[in-house]
């Protein structure tokens, strides 16, 4: 099965072409420039260097969120346009289960680690889920949260005193303000940070292939819709100073 694995949600951008298991090419931008700019000639390097038209992929994986919402829907609305006019299906992934994916312990067990995988969302808040390392088994749902309120959370589950804990993403600095103003690292076995760790292809392709393994049924271009988990601050500010709130 041939899948082009692509990701927008956050500040890098990347495109990866899986036949199989099979890792055929892969492309990552960290440039400044916007993913309108960078997204589109990453894909079409990938696909020419593969010789392959958009019509003989079998499915688009893209990440869906949550993220950045500009980046969010440049990257859905560059697929939902190659997918309606290739006739070809997508499928959604998470953005942080992707990003728990690219990324492999090294320095402790994989049964004995658990990822908290986290993108800057300002005030204090993140984009974040919790997966054990070694099955990517979600342990905290996807959404926006208060760090503090993150912690707190894991806190209460009796896994955690076993558990090494790897937080990644560029919302670790943020989790990491949040653990300092706890208890959190005299109750695990570890906590360590990877700021730098970004969404790679393997990721992507790696939680698409476990929806595929499950039997999921990839969607047309009409049916894929983003999981943005907050609302954006247009519209919290909208709500917040709306007339009829008064």
Do not use: W
């Not at 894909?43 to 593969?50: A, I, Y």
């Not at 690219?102 to 994989?110: L, N």
């Not at 009409?222 to 601050?233: I, V």
């Amino acid at each position: 099965m041939r899948i082009l694995a692509m990701d927008t949600s956050n500040s890098t951008c990347c495109a990866g072409l899986y036949d199989g298991d099979k890792e055929l090419s892969y492309k990552l931008s960290f440039e400044k420039r916007t993913h309108s700019e960078t997204f589109m000639p990453l894909v079409h390097e990938v696909m020419q260097e593969n010789g392959l038209k958009h019509s003989d992929l079998d499915a688009y994986a893209v990440t869906v969120g949550p993220g950045s919402f500009t980046g969010i829907r440049i990257g859905l609305s560059f697929v939902k346009g190659m997918a309606a006019a290739s006739d070809v299906k997508c499928i959604p992934v998470s953005s942080v289960e992707a990003l728990a994916r690219s990324v492999d312990p090294v320095d402790t067990p994989k049964d004995k680690t658990i990822f908290i995988s986290c993108f800057e969302a300002r005030n204090n808040r993140v984009f974040a889920g919790v997966f054990t390392a070694d099955n990517y088994m979600r342990l905290i749902p996807d959404n926006a949260y208060n760090a503090d309120d993150l912690i707190a959370i894991l806190r209460k589950m009796t896994i955690i005193g076993d558990m090494n804990f790897i937080v990644i993403g560029d919302g670790s600095n943020t989790v990491n303000k949040a653990i300092n103003n706890s208890d959190f690292c005299t109750e695990v076995l570890s906590v360590n940070y990877a700021p730098g760790a970004v969404i790679l292809p393997k990721g992507i392709y790696g939680a698409a292939k476990k929806l595929i393994d499950n039997l999921y049924e990839p969607v047309s271009a009409l049916n894929l819709e983003p999981m943005y988990c907050a609302k954006a601050q247009a519209e919290r500010l909208r709500i917040k100073y709306n007339p009829a709130n008064d």
